[in-house]
């Protein structure tokens, strides 16, 4: 399996992404929490481009003592993305389906040698 060079791993700040081509495949790779991950652009559920989807920190619904809900929070320790096409959200982290757990991104290898960043999809 060919490995592809991607470039400085600096280019992609935390938060931020980088979608490249490698040789017909696409992989996008995420900074988060300062750890690099890659995955397919492929969605799990009809192949949509899920690495160019919007990126959020996972949307909690904290239930008060009394049973009663504080509205919407966001947990800042879990990015998700949602997938342009239908809206199924994944952990960057895990690749986990939120709505779906069976359903996960699909890993693309990746390595950092001196900087630089490589993938094998
Ligand atoms: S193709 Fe991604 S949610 Fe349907």
Redesign the pocket.
Known sequence: MTEFRIGPADQIPEGGRLVVDCDGKEVGVFRVKGALHAWHNT????????CQ?RLYAQVIEPVAADGTTRLLAYDEDAQHIV??????EFDLQTGRCQGRPTQRLRPAQLREEAGIVYVRP
């Open positions: 969605c799990p559920h009809r192949q949509g481009p899920i989807g997938c342009p096409w239908h809206g199924y």
